[in-house]
């Protein structure tokens, strides 16, 4: 059974920096993209970031590029969110997804995928 784990949030305070790590365990089929969503209380789900997994493309919301950071450590099926520079905003429950047809870019955009975690709180005070 597919498990994705997620750990690393917290509360930190404005510009401050947090990194989350996300574990992937019990797939049996060859994922195309893994990455991070978010939301935050009364807003829908964003996708935050995602890379592919064959190759080093990424991709970033608006809201967070040049400030946050996704990479992937393939052997041990684990993805990265590094997050620098955060704001209040960026407060809210963040979630890995994968997908196994998507790209990158089309999973962060189109947030359709049937693989989530459990979710990880992220809070940034001002």
């Known amino acids: 059974q597919l498990r994705l784990v997620e750990s690393g949030g917290g509360l930190v305070q404005s510009g401050g920096s947090l990194r989350l790590s996300c574990v992937a365990s019990?797939?049996?089929?060859?994922?195309?993209?893994i990455g991070w969503f978010r939301q935050a209380p009364g807003k829908g789900r964003e996708g935050v970031s995602c890379?592919?997994?064959?190759?080093?493309?990424?991709y970033y919301a608006d809201s967070v590029n040049g400030r946050f950071t996704i990479s992937k450590d393939i052997d041990k099926n684990t993805v990265y969110l590094q997050m620098d520079g955060l704001k209040p905003e960026d407060t809210a429950v963040y979630y890995c997804?994968?997908?196994?047809?998507?790209?990158?870019?089309?999973?962060?955009?189109?947030?359709?995928?049937?693989?989530w975690g459990q979710g990880t709180q992220v809070t940034v005070s001002s």
């Open positions: 997804a994968l997908h196994d047809r998507f790209d990158e870019s089309m999973m962060c955009r189109t947030r359709l995928t049937h693989y």
């Open positions: 019990g797939f049996t089929f060859p994922y195309t993209a």
């Open positions: 890379i592919s997994r064959t190759s080093d493309s990424t």
